[in-house]
């Protein structure tokens, strides 16, 4: 049993939480042993019975190799930073997923993965480390998807579909066969993208049009 704590305490983070707890329910896998967040305003507030133990610093007394992390930070920039920072404190990470999300024998998962209830991913398919695929999406056969993405609620990847590093998918978007998403790109809620589209972009709309240069 993984001695477990969730990075962050937003409304992600106790979704991660039900992910947790519904695992258990099914064996048990995890002690779960609360929240770690920045804001000292969090710290000691009781959140769906667990506690926010604190920031970082909780760790300094403690054998970090032997506690579990999972993110639970919905921006995949913000997460790129915490699981940064948690990595170089020698901190491991375990995969989170739903017992009702279907994942065949052919799907390859980096750690740090998070998948919620009612997910399908079919076969030939690759995840990357930290990525986070929301409720009820649908990722279809030879998918890559690369590390700290966002899948939100609903989307709905096509065959041979790739994202690069960091691409948020909104709510409800679909990506026809055989498109590539570049890096750190963020594709709107409801969006329908049926070409490529390059790094560091926003693009929204049917079919999705760039629409914003989100360059550093």
């Not at 019975?49 to 610093?57: E, K, M």
């Not at 409720?135 to 709905?156: K, N, R, S």
């Not at 890096?183 to 079919?207: F, K, R």
């Amino acid at each position: 049993m993984k001695s477990t704590v969730i990075l962050g305490a937003g409304g992600f983070a106790r979704e991660v939480l039900d992910i947790l707890l519904a695992q258990n329910g099914v064996s048990k896998q995890h002690e779960i042993l609360g929240f770690i967040d920045e804001n000292p305003a969090m710290k000691g507030r009781i959140l769906n019975g667990y506690p926010v133990l604190g920031a970082f610093d909780w760790f300094a007394s403690k054998d970090q190799g032997a506690i579990h992390a999972v993110c639970g930070i919905g921006s995949p920039v913000q997460r790129k930073k915490v699981v940064t920072e948690a990595g170089e404190m020698g901190l491991r990470f375990c995969n989170v997923i739903h017992p009702t999300a279907v994942l065949t024998p052919f799907v390859s998962l980096g750690v740090g993965v998070v998948i919620t209830a009612g997910t399908i991913l079919t076969n030939q398919i690759v995840i990357g480390s930290h990525v986070h695929i929301n409720l009820g999406a649908t990722i279809g056969h030879d998918c890559v998807i690369e590390q700290f993405c966002t899948i939100a609620p609903g989307v709905h990847l096509s065959g041979n579909v790739k994202l690069g590093i960091g691409v948020d998918v909104g709510t409800g978007a679909v990506i026809i066969q055989g498109c590539s998403i570049g890096n750190w790109t963020v594709i709107g809620a409801g969006a329908a993208v049926i070409e490529d589209l390059p790094d560091h972009v926003t693009a929204v709309g049917v079919p999705a049009r760039v629409v914003k240069d989100r360059r550093p």
